[in-house]
């Protein structure tokens, strides 16, 4: 019995021995360095060769428990711990009943980085405000931000520089939110380097007036170029020099600052290269800034009765030696403070010479003019501009101070008709003004501002012709010396009103009180200068002593509803206007009484996120200047006597315009739609006298009509599989018109379409392209002529830039043009450029050579259409030339 029982126990035991030995378990604690235990930490049970036989975590209480399993070769074991946060830490196994407890040291894990790339041009759009990244649509050949600006979907660049958003024109070009320009951005885009920019942005509905942001409509569109942060922190500038062959020189010495409280764009600039200086220099929207301060300033008379330019690119024909400074600083003196200060002088030399064939096309007959000109200008342009802004949430003060002097001397050796003649054209214009703007915000969240500006002009202007063009019209067949006609016109004006806002929750009224004052005299003598050097008059109707006065007074109610979905602007003005002209010599004296009503409205509806659809319209009553009732013949071009023989010519138009823009950030696609008609009666027209020597001209009291309809839609998209913008537009644009001539009314109809298509890609990394063709067709109809008149012309441009190591640069482009027209034969020119760039990274400068007008074409010639004229114009302009310019980069 016993034995047996033995015999069981003993079996028991070999039966339940490897249970027991598994169940032998490793326990412990996991601690940080505080004693603080570590809840959910990992513990590895790791044999030799470093394998995991076992796992588990530490419970809420810093407590873990590992189970060895019965095969497991205890000689070697370990445990392990981790935990994110904390040191790794191990031990090893040496005693199978002891607790194995770890404290871990913290530690700091910097996690790898993470590159994601996505090199797909993308817009980011925030409110009313929509980002371009440059870097998306630059090359490494793009010079300056206007050259990137021309790749981006939406906006369009203008031969002149304009730019456009969707179809519309942009009121002004900031620099990190600063108005250094005004309208003169050209000076920005054509200077600015490319790699200092980061964003440009579209600000639509722009109000630049903080007072009045969400309280008055708007619907004016901007540009602001972001600058890089390390842009700003230092001085930036491009100094180039260069010459050419044949006798040709280049200088642009720059220096740029754009920091947040001070920019500045400063430079000179110097060639005879054909790049032209004055374009440095246009107002884009000067048209829009006259109307806005109502000052009707009166135009240059005389003229040498050149050509004008051909329709090329100006540095395709410009014969020039022109040189320029311009200094524009902007200092922001404190938050919504700013002095700023623009001066520029510009000298210039320019050369022309060209031939001219003109008709015009008479029920009856035909008369013609042939003509050969060899033209030499030389414009001195200085201005200067000094302002002063503060525009804060409740208060706004501008004023600014512009003055502007230019002289103007051109020479003209002139055949006309197989008549040679010499011609002296001196002009010199004087022009002052003052600006002044106050807006205040009562307790009561009313606004009250005041308006005052003043101008004071003068153009004394004097032309020369000589010898003897046509005695038998001037001095009865008898040979003479010179012909002499001088005008002048000093004026003085000013405009002032007061106004007062009252916003709402919905909308906001306004309302205006003021006056204007014009004050002039029209002064012209035209002269003969007989064979002994004596001097006349041409006869007593050769002389103006005009005086000259108008008073407007005027009030004006507005109402703005600047919602979010709807924005509505209506203007009623109404003006009561007194003038008052007079001239003893012709015992002209009149007094004109007249009020007026010139409604106005804007409505923009947003029917989309990303697009709205607007709608204007307006009546307006327009009256005639002092230009227009002058009695004396003025001889305002050698082939043209002017005069008037009307009362003041009284105008009423009625316009209305329907657009539409759509737009899709996220695809990079835009279009927009526009549609305009406008109907202008006059109470007078225009009647010309033509013979082949001379035109006289005189205005009749007779009701003259002008209708005019005109539609464009421009679209453009970004095209991500082949990298390319592309571009669409299409316009058309009918007028119907009377004119006099030799006593016969004429009814004309012309009308003009034109459609263009655009295309800019990045074919690699290394080649870029871009093309861009124009088709235009003008057509002349009047039922009074048998025969219509048309001419078609195509423009096409296109260039390649090919970069085959990262610091060389080659670039090549070329124009054609093509004119098909009836009265003559096809027209067919080819222009083409190339260059190529070398950049030294490490000494930052760059040299370059380039050659310009390949073909070396010598001679241009240009169809201009209008009612029963035609012209073809042909013009000498400049050949081949090679040139090599170093350029440092600060």
């Known amino acids: 019995m016993v034995r047996l029982l033995k015999i069981g126990i003993v079996y028991i035991v070999c039966m339940l021995g490897p249970a027991f030995a598994f169940s032998q378990t490793i326990k412990g604690f996991v601690t940080d360095s505080l004693g603080k235990t570590i809840a959910y930490a990992g513990v590895n049970l790791k044999s030799a060769g470093n394998v995991i036989i076992a796992y588990t975590t530490t419970n809420d209480k810093g407590l873990y428990a590992l189970s060895i399993p019965a095969d497991a070769d205890k000689k070697s074991l370990m445990v392990e711990v981790s935990c994110i946060g904390y040191k790794k830490m191990a031990q090893p196994i040496t005693d199978f009943t002891s607790s194995h407890n770890f404290k871990l040291s913290a530690s700091v894990s910097q996690l790898k980085t993470v590159v994601i790339k996505d090199d797909r041009p993308r817009l980011r759009a925030h409110g009313d405000t929509l980002d371009y990244r440059v870097a998306d649509f630059s090359a490494p050949q793009d010079r300056v931000i206007g050259d990137v600006l021309k790749k981006m979907p939406g906006i369009d660049v203008a031969k002149d520089g304009k730019i456009s958003y969707n179809g519309k024109s942009i009121s002004g070009l900031y620099i990190g939110g600063d108005n250094l320009l005004d309208d003169k951005y050209n000076i920005a885009t054509n200077t600015i380097p490319n790699g200092v920019v980061e964003k440009v942005q579209v600000m639509e509905n722009h109000q630049p007036v903080k007072m009045l942001k969400d309280k008055v409509v708007s619907d004016d569109v901007a540009l602001n170029l972001t600058i890089k942060k390390d842009a700003k922190l230092q001085l930036v500038g491009q100094e180039t020099l260069g010459a050419g062959l044949p006798d040709k020189y280049y200088a642009d010495i720059n220096a740029m600052m754009f920091k947040d409280k001070y920019k500045g764009i400063n430079y000179i600039k110097a060639n005879n290269t054909n790049y032209d200086l004055s374009g440095d220099l246009i107002s884009h929207n000067i048209g829009n800034y006259m109307q806005r301060v109502d000052n009707d300033k009166p ?340 082939r043209t006597l002017y005069a008037n023989n009307a009362d003041l010519i009284e105008r009423k138009t009625q316009a209305a315009n329907l657009g539409f823009s759509y737009r899709k950030a996220i695809t990079l696609f835009f279009f927009g739609a526009n549609l305009s008609y406008s109907h202008q009666n006059a109470n007078s027209i225009a009647s010309s006298l033509i013979t082949n020597n001379i035109q006289q001209r005189v205005v009749l009291p007779f009701d003259n009509n002008i209708d005019s309809w005109s539609g464009s839609v421009n679209t453009s998209k970004y095209i991500f599989p082949l990298r390319t913008t592309l571009s669409a537009r299409a316009s058309i644009q009918t007028t119907r018109y009377n004119q006099i001539f030799n006593g016969i009314i004429l009814p004309y109809n012309t009308i003009s379409n034109n459609v263009g298509i655009g295309a800019d890609t990045k074919v690699s990394s290394k080649v870029n392209f871009s093309y861009k063709a124009n088709y235009g067709q003008t057509t002349s109809k009047s039922p009074a002529i048998t025969s219509s008149s048309k001419f078609q012309q195509l423009t096409q441009q296109g260039s390649v830039n090919y970069n085959p190591l990262s610091n060389l640069f080659f670039a090549v482009s070329a124009d054609h043009y093509f004119t098909h027209q009836q009265q003559a034969n096809d027209l067919e020119y080819v222009f083409a450029d190339a260059s190529l760039r070398y950049k030294f990274t490490k000494i930052k400068a760059d040299i370059e050579l380039s050659a310009q007008n390949l073909f070396n074409t010598t001679s241009y010639s240009a169809l201009y259409l209008s009612a029963n004229t035609f012209t073809q114009s042909s013009y000498n302009i400049p050949g081949r030339f090679l040139l090599a310019k170093v350029t440092f980069n600060l």
């Open 299 to 638: 135009g240059t008379l005389l003229s040498l009765g050149t050509a004008g330019d051909p329709d090329l690119p100006r540095n395709r024909y410009l014969f020039n030696k022109a040189g320029i400074i311009n200094l524009n600083n902007l200092v922001n003196v404190k938050p919504g403070v700013q002095l700023k200060v623009n001066a520029s002088y510009l000298r210039d030399d320019q050369k022309q010479i060209y031939r001219r064939f003109s008709e015009y096309y008479l029920p009856n007959d035909t008369v013609r003019y042939t003509e050969l000109q060899n033209n030499r200008r030389r414009p001195d342009l200085l201005h200067a501009q000094i302002g002063i802004n503060i525009n804060k949430d409740k208060y706004y003060l501008n004023n600014n101070f512009i003055t502007d002097y230019s002289r103007n001397t051109g020479y003209s050796a002139l055949n006309t008709n197989g008549v040679p003649v010499n011609q002296l054209f001196r002009d010199n214009l004087t022009n002052i003004s003052n600006e002044f703007n106050y807006m205040n915000t009562f307790k009561s969240n009313n606004i009250i501002e005041v308006f005052s500006y003043i101008n004071r002009s003068r153009e004394p202007e004097n032309r020369i012709i000589e010898p003897n063009l046509n005695p038998e019209i001037f001095n009865n067949g008898v040979a003479y010396k010179q012909i002499t006609q001088t005008v002048d016109i000093p004026t003085w004006f000013t405009n002032n009103y007061l106004s007062y806002r009252i916003p709402g929750n919905s909308f906001t009224q306004s309302y205006k009180a003021g006056f204007a004052i014009q004050s002039q005299t029209l002064f012209s003598n035209l002269n003969l200068t007989q064979l002994n050097n004596s001097t006349n008059l041409l006869g007593d109707s050769a002389v103006n002593n005009l005086d000259w006065q108008r008073k407007k007074f005027y009030a004006e109610a507005g109402f703005d509803v600047p919602g979010n979905k709807l924005k509505l602007n209506v203007t009623l003005p109404v003006s009561y206007q007194q003038t008052d002209y007079s001239d003893g010599s012709y015992s002209l004296k009149k007094h004109l009484d007249r009020l007026y009503f010139n409604p106005r409205a804007m409505l923009k509806y947003q029917t989309g996120v990303e697009n709205f659809v607007s709608l204007g319209y307006s009546f307006r009553n327009d009256i005639g200047t002092i230009q227009d009732v002058y009695r004396g013949y003025i001889y305002t071009n050698y």
